[in-house]
């Protein structure tokens, strides 16, 4: 059985930052990319940034130059450095994985189904 276990979400004020972690397990196949998706209160699902296998990321435009995905290959793990935080980043951030890119799925539902697994989500608080 597969399963995504984030860690590092919190609350923090405007400016600060906060790094989240994401470690699978159980895989069986390589997986193409993995990636954090965020879901606002406003119930809006967005892909936040992907790494594939061969460490090409990709970013949402407003996360730009503020965030930083990372992975580990030895541990299955991927990590989501989040700089200059706004309180419109406040979400509930979802570890996702996929055999498929993840850029390429469409009207996905933050943590339950068309992306193939996803962590529980963490919920990240940015206060003004």
């Known amino acids: 059985k597969v399963e995504l276990v984030e860690s590092g979400g919190g609350s923090v004020q405007a400016g600060g930052s906060l790094r989240l972690s994401c470690t699978a397990s159980?895989?069986?196949?390589?997986?193409?990319?993995m990636g954090w998706y965020r879901q606002t209160p406003g119930n809006k699902c967005e892909l936040v940034s992907s790494?594939?296998?061969?460490?090409?990321?990709r970013y949402a435009d407003s996360m730009k130059g503020r965030f930083t995905i990372s992975q580990d290959n030895a541990k299955n793990a991927v990590y989501l450095q989040m700089n200059s935080l706004k309180p419109e980043d406040t979400a509930v951030y979802f570890c996702?994985?996929?055999?498929?890119?993840?850029?390429?799925?469409?009207?996905?539902?933050?943590?339950?189904?068309?992306?193939?697994?996803w962590g529980q989500g963490t919920q990240v608080t940015v206060s003004s």
């Open positions: 996702a994985a996929d055999d498929f890119p993840l850029l390429l799925r469409h009207q996905v539902s933050c943590g339950v189904g068309t992306v193939k697994y």
């Open positions: 159980g895989f069986t196949s390589d997986y193409s990319d």
């Open positions: 790494v594939n296998s061969d460490g090409i990321t």
